[in-house]
């Protein structure tokens, strides 16, 4: 079962990140429990808001990494990347895009 | 001021129906609107010409009732009874018809001239409600218009209806509470049809953002990402505006114009150092623009409700305290709709512990000077921390002062796609408020601050702001601030942002802050910012809104002792373990 799958990736990559940014940590946590949450009771709602969550974490992380860039580049400095691991939560677009397994608020 | 020769139009509707939203859709306003009940607290008024004719919209705040129990009820029932407009436009929400009807059947009673705007028929649709206009208008015997009023979509069709109102011809047997419940619950069943029950995108989020368990952690995950997004994605445009005032402030010094001391490091120093965090201020709105359009903000509302009832507030305090992070002027007002005295009077006092956006270029300040790194971390412990102030003493008050049961009913709106356009007008109106008094407290003040921090010895050490600061000083050394910084709080009364603005006059460059105190006295110093007195313009409104200067008073004096002692612990044991 793939959600079951991503929970587990989001488990993990939250272990990862609390040491680096515990409130991040934090958010990943959640994503993680909700999956597992709508895995385990087998509604699609858990997995629907749990998607919803990653991918706009995603796209703040997205945006983290722009706004780093264009900061260096204005002061004149050296660009450090630093990976955010929050850019994951785009793999939750799958479940987005496949919204229609979940709408009846089960797992189809 | 009544303008005659018009006709002058009431607008009067359950609260978040979309009156304010229909008074922008006619008269080409851009009217604070939000998905989120109680967005209008005061009447606003707006012309259009229909026809060849004035039109005079008057937009009441939303209600339930006329029967005056709350202080919007009481200015609608008002304004309708001693006023008596010339035309009602009663504005209902198609997917709660039948709770809607309870107040039109008690604007049919006046006798005035009405117009039903049957307005959200979207969300009545998407519900799988069909409702019969043609029908409720033959039963109320008044023109009913279908409205989208947030797409604009039956407008042009209302604005024609408005010269055909008519006095509604429905009698209620007996006019009390229960007869006017029955009436409705008759009217509504005649009218509308559901079709079979589907699970909406509304249930599906719904079962998850009210979750007993899941509910408020996907609030905090939410608030951080408002954070992050407020401080670190803004970044860039922060550096650019700093970098912008520096070589302007730079160039006119070096240009040997008159007064180029005053306008170099007095007016550009001073209002460039606030104006830097414009971009902060405005992705904090943007963020909450989209959670309060949206609708979920009314869903943190319930899920915090329990816990609001715990520290004897309601869930309809959560409304101010939330308005509370944009401003606690509008904040403090917007405390009208609580019905109970005693609740209200709680609300309007811890208002000012939550975190309005005048602190903010405070926190990105000290943050980013101390706690480079950690500085999102740190900002978000702040806003934590003024909520935990807020509801330790809203319990402390409701348990001594104010004792009393406290109830609430919240009605929850539909989810909304926010749209740009709503999201940017409603940035806009709350960042136009901060520039407004740039170009007005803030640059006047950069001219006292400037003045006073240069004379009258021509150095800092030998001014007025620093004989000031060291004056005020000793009651500050427990906490071991230097003047400078108790001369900024002594301004910040005027406006919280005043104190980043002095400190950029009297430091000149701000990356010297970190000279001025240790970490520990620099996490005192962010929380005393957070908690003490109210600016001026929160004590003026805690007055009007209160009626008491005894209140008033007591908002000063618990303010600033709880600051004071909550930053003496906080420098005392941060000292002790770092």
Redesign the interface.
């Known amino acids: 079962m793939i959600e079951l799958a991503v929970a587990v990736l989001f488990t993990l990559t939250s272990f990862f990140e609390f040491f680096r940014s515990p409130m991040d940590s934090f958010v990943l946590a959640v994503i993680a429990a909700l999956y597992f949450k709508g895995c385990f009771s087998r509604r699609g709602s858990y997995i629907i808001v749990a998607s919803l969550l990653a991918v706009v974490f995603a796209i703040l992380t997205t945006l983290v990494i722009i706004a780093n860039y264009a900061n260096s580049l204005i002061l004149g400095e050296e660009f450090k990347f630093k990976l955010e691991l929050g850019i994951i939560g785009y793999l939750s677009l799958i479940f987005l895009k496949n919204r229609h397994r979940y709408v009846q608020g089960k797992i189809v | 001021m009544e303008k005659k020769g018009k006709i002058r139009v009431a607008m009067v509707g359950n609260p978040n129906v979309g009156k304010t939203a229909l008074l922008n859709a006619i008269t080409g306003g851009r009217f604070e609107i939000g998905n989120f009940p109680g967005t209008t607290v005061e009447k606003k008024e707006g012309t259009a010409v229909i026809n060849n004719t004035a039109v005079y919209f008057i937009d009441l705040p939303g209600i339930y009732s006329l029967h005056a129990y709350t202080i919007d009820e009481k200015i609608a029932r008002d304004y309708l009874v001693n006023e008596r407009p010339d035309i009602i436009l009663n504005v209902i929400n198609a997917a709660n018809l039948e709770r809607n009807l309870y107040l039109t059947l008690q604007l049919c009673e006046l006798g005035i001239p009405m117009v039903i705007a049957l307005n959200m028929m979207d969300e009545a649709k998407k519900m799988g409600l069909e409702i019969n206009s043609r029908k409720l208008e033959e039963i109320l015997g008044v023109p009913v218009v279908e409205t989208v009023a947030i797409e604009k979509i039956g407008i042009d069709s209302l604005k024609e209806k408005l010269f055909h109102a008519k006095v509604s011809r429905i009698k209620v047997k007996d006019v009390d509470i229960r007869s006017r419940i029955k009436t409705a619950s008759e009217i509504a069943s005649k009218v509308v049809t559901k079709k079979e029950i589907?699970?909406t995108?509304d249930?599906?989020?719904d079962?998850?953002?009210t979750d007993k368990y899941?509910g408020i952690?996907?609030f905090?995950?939410?608030m951080?990402?408002v954070f992050?997004?407020t401080y670190?994605?803004?970044?860039?445009l922060v550096?650019?505006i700093d970098?912008g005032f520096s070589e302007l402030s730079s160039a006119v010094l070096n240009s040997g114009l008159p007064f180029s001391d005053l306008i170099a490091n007095g007016i550009i120093t001073g209002i460039g150092s606030v104006l830097v965090f414009i971009p902060n201020i405005s992705f904090l709105f943007i963020a909450l623009a989209i959670l309060e359009l949206s609708g979920y903000m009314t869903r943190a509302v319930f899920i915090l409700n329990k816990i609001m009832l715990k520290f004897g507030l309601t869930g309809r305090s959560v409304i101010p305290l939330i308005i509370g992070f944009g401003c606690n002027v509008p904040a403090v007002m917007a405390t009208r709709g609580i019905e109970d005295d005693k609740v209200r009077l709680t609300t309007i006092i811890i208002n000012p512990f939550m975190s309005c956006s005048a602190r903010l270029p405070i926190y990105v300040l000290f943050a980013g000077a101390f706690f480079a790194g950690y500085a999102?971390?740190v900002i978000?412990f702040l806003y934590l921390f003024g909520v935990c102030v807020a509801l330790t003493s809203a319990l402390l008050i409701r348990k001594t002062v104010l004792p009393g049961e406290a109830s609430f009913i919240l009605e929850i709106p539909p989810y909304r796609i926010p749209k740009i356009k709503s999201i940017l007008d409603l940035t806009w109106i709350r960042v136009k408020h901060f520039l407004v008094k740039a170009g007005s407290i803030i640059l006047a003040m950069s001219v006292v601050v400037w003045y006073i921090t240069t004379y009258p010895g021509g150095s800092i050490e030998t001014s007025y702001a620093a004989m000031l600061g060291k004056i005020v000083q000793p009651l500050f050394s427990p906490l071991g601030w230097k003047w400078e910084l108790v001369f900024a709080l002594i301004t910040g009364f005027i406006a919280k942002e005043v104190v980043v603005e002095t400190l950029g006059i009297i430091l000149g460059d701000l990356s010297k802050l970190s000279t001025l105190a240790t970490v520990p006295q620099a996490l005192g110093f962010l929380v005393f910012s957070l908690l003490y007195i109210p600016c001026l313009a929160t004590l003026a409104v805690i007055r009007s809104e209160t009626g008491s200067w005894k209140w008033t008073a007591f908002a000063v004096v618990y303010g600033f002792s709880v600051a004071y002692v909550l930053s003496f612990i906080l420098i005392n044991i941060l000292g002790l373990l770092i």
């Open positions: 589907v699970k995108w249930d599906i989020l079962e998850v953002f899941f952690p996907i905090l995950a939410f951080w990402i992050r997004f670190d994605v803004a970044a860039p550096t650019l970098i999102s971390l978000m």
